[in-house]
């Protein structure tokens, strides 16, 4: 019996090409996030500025994101696997439509009632003339939300082509377009990395603005390093949708509990950066900037490793072949729980070092001190790559939705415990305590269903 497959070959040199497109893109955010915090420090105008990706994020996931991609593949990849290009593209055209339109109109809407979003929700423990400042900077990083609602979704389609190179380099585009921003539209500074000092003088000094700017930027630029696969792979458009689409009412079906299920997190996020904002200046910057680091592991091995092996998965699982699905699910696990406990460790042992390192030595107490703890949760928080994408491939969002929202009470009742005793680290370790607990259960469930042999 032969261990490794022709499918497994084939996932694991996907799963490369993805993780070294997610390195250099982390390591293009990396250098984004030193110039950021050296420029400005971790202070009111960064908290601000991160803050300020709040609502955007969570328009962004709930309609054109990891929700839509979710639903989208597995429908996409059944026309592939028939044959049926013409109808592959035109459902991708349809859902592009919708996705576009949809999220247009709530940005518009988010755009408009902003100040007061800021300030009865998202930041309530800030200064007044900081709430100012966060809904002025999200009103221009919501800009960038429409665009991703298209670019988004070109990656799915080229990536349910078993083609992972341009969507892997489209997040290198969107961090150098924020790079470009910090250095050339921010404000003058001096930049200091292992004693050697560069002087910043921006072309156009726009102040913490810039930063938005450059996001907007990067948002172009993600979509346009994606439009040569389009063209390879014969990609049609038209701006039209029909609702009456048996292909866009199953995508539309399955995105309802899909869009729950990521607003459950996005929730708890957004209640982490409330609770944050009431714990002093700099807590939510020490937060975002160690949820990054913590994320660089994550991402080159397990969300690598998900994207790569989805379209595998949503194959196996047309096909009913659950024995060859749990295989390349326990697989999966297997390389990234081996991967992931000693990048753990390392972030523990390291975690101060790396923050001086990447955000200067005036951030890396408050960074290190948040990563200890969102550490603990590196090995949960990457199962959920694998785990809940298996249930997407069998065309069942519901199951996860219902974890998820069982395993945010979870992480939001920790992190109110824990932040009076741990301060800021707290909220990392009931995040952490949350992702453990919620991939844990997607993993003990789904090995009951495909041993049992459920069909869904």
């Known amino acids: 019996m032969r261990r490794f497959t022709s499918t497994d070959r084939r996932v694991a040199l996907s799963a490369l090409i993805v993780s070294a497109g997610f390195a250099a893109a982390k390591f293009a955010g990396v250098v984004d996030d030193f110039i950021v915090a050296r420029v400005f420090g971790a202070g009111r105008e960064l908290d601000a500025y ?37 109808g592959a593209w035109k459902l991708a055209s349809s859902v592009v439509n919708v996705a576009f339109l949809v999220t247009l109109v709530a940005a518009a809407i988010v755009a408009l009632i902003a100040p007061w979003l800021v300030r009865r929700f998202l930041t309530p423990g800030f200064a007044p003339e900081q709430q100012v400042l966060t809904a002025g900077l999200m009103r221009l990083i919501l800009i960038s939300t429409a665009i991703f609602s298209v670019s988004g979704l070109v990656m799915s389609a080229l990536q349910a082509n078993q083609h992972f190179l341009l969507p892997a380099l489209a997040p290198v585009m969107y961090n150098l377009g924020i790079i470009g921003g910090a250095l050339f539209l ?83 996020a957004l209640i982490t950066t409330n609770l944050a904002s009431r714990l002093g200046a700099g807590s939510v910057t020490g937060l975002a900037l160690a949820w990054r680091l913590m994320q660089m592991p994550e991402t080159i091995i397990a969300t690598a490793i998900g994207t790569a092996v989805f379209p595998t998965l949503s194959a196996l699982a047309a096909q009913h ?136």
């Open 50 to 86: 991160y803050a300020a990706f709040g609502m955007p994020d969570l328009l962004f996931t709930l309609i054109a994101g990891g929700a839509l991609a979710s639903a989208f593949i597995p429908v996409f990849t059944g026309y592939l696997a028939t044959g049926d290009r013409e």
């Open 186 to 268: 921010t404000q003058p500074a001096i930049l200091t990395f292992w004693r050697v000092s560069i002087p910043l003088r921006p072309v156009w000094p726009m102040g913490v603005y810039g930063l938005a700017v450059g996001v907007m930027i990067g948002a172009v630029m993600h979509l346009l390093i994606q439009v040569p696969g389009l063209i390879h792979f014969g990609a049609r458009w038209s701006p039209s949708f029909s609702l009456a689409d048996p292909g866009l009412r199953r995508v539309l079906v399955l995105l309802g509990p899909r869009i729950l299920g990521l607003g459950v997190v996005q929730l708890s």
């Open 321 to 456: 072949q659950r024995a060859e699905l749990r295989a390349t699910m326990r697989k999966a696990l297997g390389i990234i729980v081996l991967l992931c406990v000693p990048s753990a460790v390392a972030l523990i042992v390291l975690g101060r070092p790396l923050a001086g390192l990447f955000f200067g030595r005036g951030n890396a107490d408050v960074v290190a001190y948040a990563l200890q703890f969102y550490a603990l949760g590196l090995v949960g928080h990457s199962a959920l790559e694998v785990a809940a994408r298996t249930f997407y491939a069998q065309q069942d969002t519901r199951t996860p939705l219902a974890v998820a929202a069982g395993a945010m009470v979870i992480a939001v009742t920790a992190s109110l415990l824990l932040m009076r005793p741990l301060s800021y680290g707290g909220l990392a370790l009931g995040n952490a305590i949350g992702f453990t607990v919620e991939s844990g259960v997607l993993v003990w469930l789904m090995e009951r269903r495909l041993s049992n042999g459920e069909t869904t």
